[in-house]
């Protein structure tokens, strides 16, 4: 009878240690899920921000290329209109 319940307890206790050995492993588990999900959200938005630089970079330079586009133009109307005036 003692060595029945010895074993009913030996048991329990088994089934306890694979119960508590189970939720340990699924916390840790999810922990690394989350810590992935965490290292992934991190990356989008570094390469968010990299995008928003490049394309600030871009429109910076199509201001810049659209105002020598716009002195070059006049360089050359001054131009023009000087050659017309010593030509009269």
Do not use: C, N, P, W
Request: proline share 0%.
């Amino acid at each position: 009878m003692i060595q029945k319940e010895l074993r009913v307890t030996e048991e329990k206790d088994q089934e306890e240690q694979i119960i508590q050995y189970q939720k340990s492993r699924d916390r840790k588990e999810y922990e690394a899920q989350l810590e992935a999900q965490r290292v992934k959200d991190e990356k989008e938005r570094e390469i968010q921000r990299l995008r928003e630089l490049q394309e600030k970079a871009a429109d910076r330079q199509a201001e810049i290329d659209a105002l020598r586009a716009k002195r070059a133009f006049e360089e050359g109307e001054r131009q023009a209109r000087e050659r017309e005036r010593l030509e009269h």
